[in-house]
C-alpha cells in the first residue's frame, strides 16, 4: 500500500522554458523530507526541501505550484527575480 512516505516521485505542474516543457515533481528525499524536483532535458534540479517533520504531501504540491508558476512569470518577463535555484543536480 502507498503512504505519503512511500509515494514515488510524482508530476504536479508543468511550465514552458524556451517552448520545451518542463515538468515539476514531489518526491521523498533520503531522509524522508519532502522534495520539489523541477525536471528538464538534462536532468533533475531541487528546488526545495520541506524540512518540517509535519510536513505534508498536500503542502509540498502547494510549493511546487508556486514554484511553477512564478518561474513561467520570470519566463515571459512578469517577474524581475528567477526562482529557479544555483545548479544542485539531485542523484540518481
Known amino acids: 500500500m502507498l503512504t505519503e512516505r512511500t509515494r514515488p516521485a510524482e508530476p504536479v505542474t508543468s511550465y514552458l522554458a524556451g517552448g520545451r516543457p518542463r515538468e515539476v515533481r514531489v518526491e521523498r528525499d533520503a531522509a524522508g523530507r519532502w522534495q520539489i524536483l523541477d525536471i528538464g532535458p538534462h536532468g533533475a534540479v531541487a528546488v526545495d526541501t520541506l524540512t518540517g517533520y ?6 509540498a504540491r502547494a510549493v511546487a505550484v508556486d514554484y511553477a508558476g512564478q518561474r513561467a512569470a520570470f519566463l515571459r518577463g512578469e517577474r524581475d ?5 544555483s545548479a544542485r ?3 540518481s
Open 54 to 59: 509535519d510536513d505534508r504531501l498536500s503542502q
Open 81 to 85: 527575480d528567477d526562482p529557479y535555484p
Open 89 to 91: 543536480p539531485v542523484a
